[in-house]
């Protein structure tokens, strides 16, 4: 089983600022089949990112995905306040499809 | 367009069974394996079941083996999951899922309460 281990667990930002949140896997993520959620709550979970770097339908530029192997990358460029969030990372490269802990991005 | 509607939750005693359903559209669905995950209150998302696309292999999670089942119905493009000696630990949002073309694609979940 791939275990995903997020970093870091709570990043506390202001509006306007980067944000940058990391996903490690225990094994290699072939074809990079990594994917990148957002969570709000009381809702489901939004796809942003797929195939580590390909951006969901509607989901603006200001959010991007890196990384292939074991280290991945989301980056928020600019902080909108609905940004504010839990992101998940998810593998479905390999079952079980495993997600990460999850990191809060909460405002300053 | 993809579109994968879970339905069936509500409230159940602990012991008790139910089955969710979840109806796919928009994709091959008899090609795909598919998927459940879910979240309890205030939690990260488990993943907790596998089907393949024709049903002959399956996966569960250690925390639901034995007492769920995963199964599918080609002809009706629908996913279930039933559920049995349900336990206060079981409760959670459910979700389906599938990655098709190569695009993960989940469903809005539905909720299952297990309490007295």
């Known amino acids: 089983e791939i275990v995903l281990t997020q970093s870091p667990g709570t990043l506390s930002l202001s509006p306007g600022e980067r944000a940058t949140l990391s996903c490690r896997a225990t094994q290699s993520v072939t074809g990079s089949s990594l994917a990148w959620y957002q969570q709000k709550p009381g809702q489901a979970p939004r796809l942003l990112i797929y195939g580590a770097s390909s951006r969901a339908t509607g989901i603006p530029d200001r959010f991007s995905g890196s990384g292939s192997g074991t280290d991945f990358t989301l980056t928020i460029s600019r902080l909108e306040p609905e940004d504010f969030a839990v992101y998940y990372c998810?593998?479905?490269?390999?079952?079980?499809?495993?997600f990460g802990q999850g990191t809060k991005v909460e405002i300053k | 367009e993809v579109q994968l509607v879970e339905s069936g939750g509500g409230l159940v005693q602990p012991g008790g069974s139910l089955r969710l359903s979840c109806a796919a559209s928009g994709f091959t669905f008899s090609i795909y394996a598919m998927h459940w995950v879910r979240q309890a209150p205030g939690k990260g998302l488990e993943y907790v079941s596998a089907?393949?696309?024709?049903?002959?292999?399956?996966y569960y999670a250690n925390s639901v083996k034995g007492r769920f089942t995963i199964s599918r119905d080609n002809s009706k493009n629908t996913l279930y999951l039933q559920m049995g000696s349900l336990r206060a630990e079981d409760m959670a949002v459910y979700y389906c899922?599938?990655?098709?073309?190569?695009?993960?694609?989940w469903g809005q979940g539905t909720l299952v309460t297990v309490s007295s």
């Open positions: 899922g599938s990655v098709v073309d190569s695009r993960p694609y």
């Open positions: 089907i393949s696309s024709n049903g002959g292999n399956t």
């Open positions: 998810q593998q479905y490269v390999s079952s079980p499809r495993t």
